[in-house]
């Protein structure tokens, strides 16, 4: 969906290195969300922002940073990548200005850590 | 901690069967309810929003329903067709939104 661009697609990365996820969005909608998907646990919450410069923890945050300084982005950075983050990533973003908002999603980037 | 459980996890049933996929969970605080559909391999795609005012909403062959009080959350499929085959998933928006794993459906000709 235009709305949504997550890049890259694919990555394969090594142990240890630094790796940065984007997510765009082409509205102005506030609330932003990463989810990682893995078979045996489904859709999990990393972080989540509710506004340009205001981030939170969701479920499984450790090991990864985020960031949004602009509405629009909101990046994902492993700063030292392990196996176990191995993963396809998910962004998704609020359609309107409050919580309660329809969720809508990127296609997603499948992240390979050998 | 909200928990989202979805049962059946797996379906296999012939074309043209009507199906009910459940959700439930624990924490009735909830702001909406949404169910998606993802293609293997793919993002998921929104099917029905349901807010927490709201008892049920309509798309189509789809119908979902929610009883916020019990926990729970009906996806009605009529008429199933082969191309409904995917996985389906229900995400309760409380204080973070929280998927369950979802319910592989094969619809079969």
């Known amino acids: 969906d235009a709305g949504i661009t997550q890049s890259p697609r694919y990555k394969i990365t090594e142990t240890g290195r630094q790796v940065t996820l984007m997510c765009h969005q082409t509205?102005?909608?506030?609330?932003m969300f990463w989810y990682r998907q893995d078979l045996g646990h489904g859709l999990r919450l990393i972080y989540y922002?509710?506004?340009?410069?205001?981030?939170d923890k969701g479920e499984v945050p450790d090991g990864y940073v985020v960031s949004r300084s602009k509405t629009e982005n909101f990046p994902l950075t492993l700063e030292s990548a392990t196996r176990s983050q191995t993963s396809v990533y998910f962004c998704?973003?609020?359609?309107?200005?409050?919580?309660?908002?329809?969720?809508?999603f990127g296609n997603g980037t499948r992240l390979t850590v050998t | 901690k909200q928990e989202v459980t979805q049962i059946p996890a797996a379906l296999s049933v012939p074309e043209g069967e009507n199906l009910v996929l459940n959700c439930s969970f624990t924490?009735?605080?909830?702001?909406?309810l949404q169910w998606f559909r993802q293609d293997p391999g793919k993002g998921l795609t929104s099917l029905l929003l349901?807010?927490?005012?709201?008892r049920e909403q309509t798309s189509g062959r789809l119908n979902a329903s929610l009883d916020k009080s019990s926990g729970r959350s009906t996806l009605y499929i009529a008429a199933s067709q082969p191309g409904d085959s995917a996985t389906y998933l229900c995400?309760?928006?409380?204080?973070?939104?929280?998927f369950g794993r979802g319910t592989s459906l094969i619809v079969h000709p």
């Open positions: 998704a973003v609020g359609q309107g200005s409050s919580y309660n908002s329809p969720l809508h």
């Open positions: 509205w102005s909608h506030s609330y």
């Open positions: 922002s509710a506004a340009a410069d205001i981030t």
């Open positions: 924490d009735s605080a909830i702001y909406n």
């Open positions: 349901i807010q927490s005012s709201q």
């Open positions: 995400a309760v928006k409380s204080y973070i939104p929280t």
